[in-house]
Structure formats: C-alpha cells, structure tokens
C-alpha cells in the first residue's frame, strides 16, 4: 500500500504542503507533485464531481505519489469508505461538532479494532487486490496506519466540543473552517468568542491530546503565523489562483493593445 507523505510529516512534527483543488485538471495534480507538495486537498462538499472522475483524478494522484486528501459531499459510511478504496489517503469531514460524529466517521473510515470499515480489499488501495490477496498481507493494518481522518471544526458547538473531539482516537486533526465558523460566531454572539479565540481553543485542545491542528489562511504571512502557532497544515495554492494569472495576462494584453509594449 502507499505510504502516505502527509502522516510522515505530521508524525516527525512537520509543516505538511498542501495546495487545494475544485476542478477536474489532470495537469495540476502533476505539477503539484513537481512542486513538492505533499497533498492536495480535493473538494467535493462544494464542487460537482462524478465517481469517476474522482477516480480518476485519485488514480493520478497515486501514480504522481502525492497524498489526497477529500472532502466528501456525504457522511454515508460506504460512500466514505469507498473514497479510501479508490485511493484517497484521507477524509476531511465538514461539521464535526461533537465526539459522537467523530466517532461515526472513525468507524466508517477505519477498519476494526479501530474502526468497522467495510473490507472489500480490491481497490486501488489494495492495488486492485493484488496487495491483499497475497497470504502474507499486512493490508488492513498498513490501511489503518496510512490512511488520516481530518475533523472540520465549523460551528460554536465544536469550539466548545474541540477537547472531546480530538480525545476519540482515529481522528488525527482538527481543521478550523474559518469562514463557516466566522458565519456563526457572528450570528450567535451569545457565544463570546472571535474566530482568532476559537483557533487558540482548538490549538490548544489538539496539542492537550497529541493531535495536529490546522486552518486555511489567506496570505503566505498568514501561513506563516500560524505555522509558528503550531499548525500543520495550512493549504497554500489553488486552482483559483488561475484568475490571477488570467488577470495579468489580460492586463498585459491592454498594454499592447494600447501601444505600451515596447518593440
């Protein structure tokens, strides 16, 4: 099974890379192994894939050796699972509010005696079967271990619920959704707390249980703070960077077409 690149950075202590992706582009994955990111976050809660092109891209991803980390659009247990067997190394589950939806998501994505995970043991996890079949397989427990759960920690109830949630064991981070958890703290003021307060909560509460921490961030100053805060994974690089690129090339276009290139 492949190794994940993610959990050995996380496991020495490390800033794991990672860029984030909404769009089917073959292209990015591969340069995003070439610029040597560890894990591309792939988006599925709010952008429409089909399975296969999930597949696919999950396919690339294993070939180019470069973790993908999902975020699903369900917490249907055998659609989770299914991510894993189709080669994502980890889950990120949106609106994780307390222990109890952790605990679910550990027991779909985990297979016993962590987990209950349903074994098929044919998919691109188990090299379509030939990893598993083989009499001396250490299949499940090399899945067990290379493979990571990520908790979003979206709402005021998860700030409050952060120690318990990152106490369940299979969870191996808490990811502060700033912009969901914005949305509410400023709809329910009653809460008494800023965004800035709940990352400290949950930083703390990670740290207290042996967990990573983790955040998006809007600069690489940003990236920067809160890596020296002690996060490990702060996304850096998007597909949408492309409407910069589209921007200065239109500009640069106008100052052709305007005279201002010089010949």
Not at 85 to 95: R, V
Not at 101 to 127: E, F, H, S
Request: proline share 4%; glycine share 8%.
């Amino acid at each position: 099974m492949r190794k994940s690149k993610v959990l050995a950075k996380w496991r020495a202590g490390e800033f794991a890379r990672f860029c984030s992706m909404g769009h089917v582009l073959p292209f990015y994955i591969r340069y995003a192994a070439h610029f040597r990111y560890d894990g591309i976050w792939l988006d599925l809660e709010h952008r429409n894939f089909d399975g296969r092109e999930v597949q696919h891209l999950l396919a690339l991803c294993h070939r180019y050796d470069i973790d993908c980390l999902v975020r699903p659009p369900t917490t249907q247990r055998a659609r989770l699972y299914r991510y894993l067997e189709d080669g994502a190394t980890g889950l990120m589950i949106p609106f994780v509010s307390d222990a109890q939806t952790a605990r679910d998501i550990v027991a779909a994505a985990k297979y016993p005696p962590i987990g209950n995970r349903g074994l098929d043991g044919a998919g691109l996890d188990a090299d379509f079967g030939l990893d598993n079949w083989d009499p001396s397989s250490t299949y499940i427990a090399d899945a067990n271990r290379e493979t990571y759960l990520v908790a979003q920690i979206e709402t005021p109830d998860a700030v409050i619920n952060a120690d318990e949630i990152a106490a369940v064991a299979g969870i191996d981070a808490l990811f502060v959704g700033p912009a969901d958890l914005g949305l509410r703290l400023d709809a329910y003021p009653a809460y008494g707390m800023t965004v800035d307060d709940a990352v400290a909560r949950v930083a703390a509460a990670a740290k207290r249980h042996g967990k990573v921490w983790a955040r998006t961030a809007g600069s690489i100053e940003e990236v920067d703070r809160y890596r020296r805060q002690g996060a490990l994974m702060v996304p850096h690089g998007s597909d949408f960077a492309l409407r910069e690129l589209l921007q200065r090339a239109s500009e640069d276009l106008d100052r052709m077409l305007a005279g201002k290139i010089a010949s």
